[in-house]
């Protein structure tokens, strides 16, 4: 699909800096204001569905408390930002590159995974993913290792200090001495080790404006999510970050059947490989059961005029409090043995500070009145057995939809060998957690999870 003509740029000169809101008349505002991203979303869908896929899971949100763009994570939620009037600068191959480059953000989790000083690591984080990128695709200020910046032009070395020259240069340099392909913690122990460096963050300095500006092309995580009303600065609960987790593992498993359908557009096969490997198989199953709780969270939102609004002062700021309330079935159909209750009760003990899960036994009816609440410190002696039937799913999936039980529960989970037959589908999340050296006797429905247990004690 090709794109339609639009601003063609250029990074030579003062092009490269970045066009600053306050400088722009009202008319240029408001014409960056008419540009129209959906359409270079339309055409990664028809080009490069990976990443379309991945970005799907970004609220986009236009705003010009932002320099540039970037994605970040603000009460559970992923945003994707873009300040109308530097993407409107941009080429059009660099729009696609940016939005290439914020899904690849996406994918590696940086927006949830921090390193202090979170500067540095924005760098680290640059570095990692920029190799798997087409070079030509990517905005100036764009950090590539092994390659050296675009030298600077006379009109940018008149209005620098020499400080900002000497920095510039050392940094052009030191990232032009990295291997590429290294992971986003390697670049980070190698720009912290750094003396120069070192120095500044040791110092809780900053780089100039201008050498922040040339030497940028996105904020994310702490940097693109410091203004949302509400949300101290970087700050995220563990529950968030759980929410986010199970989103983002959702998201890439899409995205690679996704890819594996329609294509990979312009996706390296080694990164390919990375993204398989991160919905492989041989994924240690208490995460996925983490995951799987993290994706069924609810917020319980509330006004508190503690903590101020940061765009409106006078008005409250909101805090979110988050829990899973989840179903569990047990089934006593005589093939669950101590050992494998035992796994799934030391997994609930660590999980049941976030959730709360109660337990029902079932074969081919649920036992409501044997029903527990499970507790963190509970033991398998606590698990009721008082059933030795065969096995239906289906009266499980009765039971959570009933009318009965309308919003006490955001997901629920079966616990068996996976001998019975295929159950019909709801409205709640569902998952499935198999004893070791099973499988389930039928095919499993798209939005489903499968949590197959190895034995091995956490």
Not at 218 to 241: L, T, V, W
Request: charged share 25%.
């Amino acid at each position: 699909m090709a794109l339609a003509k639009a601003n063609t740029g250029n990074t030579d000169g003062k092009a490269r800096r970045r066009v600053r809101s306050e400088d722009l008349t009202d008319e240029q505002r408001a014409a960056n204001d008419r540009f129209d991203l959906d359409r270079f979303l339309i055409h990664l869908m028809w080009k490069e569905p990976v990443y379309y896929k991945i970005l799907q899971t970004a609220q986009i949100i236009k705003t010009r408390d932002l320099p540039t763009a970037g994605v970040a994570v603000q009460n559970a939620r992923i945003n994707l930002y873009w300040n109308p009037d530097f993407v409107a600068s941009l080429p059009e191959k660099h729009v696609i590159g940016l939005l290439q480059h914020e899904a690849a953000h996406l994918i590696y989790r940086h927006c949830i995974n921090f390193r202090q000083p979170h500067r540095v690591w924005n760098w680290a984080t640059d570095l990692s993913i920029n190799t798997s990128l087409p070079v030509d695709s990517l905005p100036a200020g764009g950090w590539i290792p092994g390659r050296n910046f675009t030298p600077l032009s006379a009109e940018e070395l008149a209005e620098m200090t020499q400080e900002d020259i000497d920095w510039f240069n050392h940094i052009d340099q030191l990232v032009a001495s990295f291997p590429p392909k290294m992971t986003s913690d390697w670049y980070f122990e190698q720009l912290m080790q750094d003396e120069k460096i070192k120095d500044m963050v040791d110092k809780q300095q900053q780089l100039s404006e201008m050498l922040q500006e040339l030497l940028s092309m996105d904020e994310h995580g702490e940097d693109a999510g410091s203004d949302a009303p509400g949300d101290g600065e970087g700050q995220m609960s563990e529950g968030d970050k759980q929410v986010v987790q199970g989103v983002l593992a959702e998201a890439v498993a899409k995205a690679v059947r996704e890819g594996e359908r329609k294509g990979w557009g312009s996706i390296s096969g080694e990164m390919q490989g990375i993204m398989k490997a991160m919905i492989s198989n041989e994924v240690d199953w208490r995460s996925l059961l983490r995951q799987f709780t993290g994706r069924c969270r609810r917020a319980n939102a509330r006004s508190t005029y503690r903590r101020r609004g940061r765009k409106h002062r006078d008005h409250p700021g909101r805090t979110r409090s988050r829990t899973s309330r989840i179903a569990i079935f047990l089934d006593e159909s005589g093939s669950m043995g101590d050992d494998d209750l035992a796994l799934l009760a030391g997994e609930l003990n660590n999980l049941s500070t976030f959730c709360e899960f109660d337990l029902f036994p079932f074969d081919t009816r649920v036992m409501e009145e044997h029903k527990v609440v499970w507790r963190k410190g509970m033991r398998v002696a606590d698990m009721p057995r008082v059933l030795c039937g065969g096995t239906s799913f289906q009266c499980c999936v009765d039971f959570v939809h009933s009318r009965a039980q309308k919003g006490n529960y955001d997901g629920y989970l079966l616990l068996s060998d996976g001998g019975s037959d295929k159950p019909s589908n709801g409205r709640l999340r569902r998952g499935y957690i198999l004893v070791p050296g099973t499988e389930l006797f039928f095919e499993k429905d798209p939005s489903d999870i499968v949590i197959t247990m190895t034995g091995k004690a956490a």
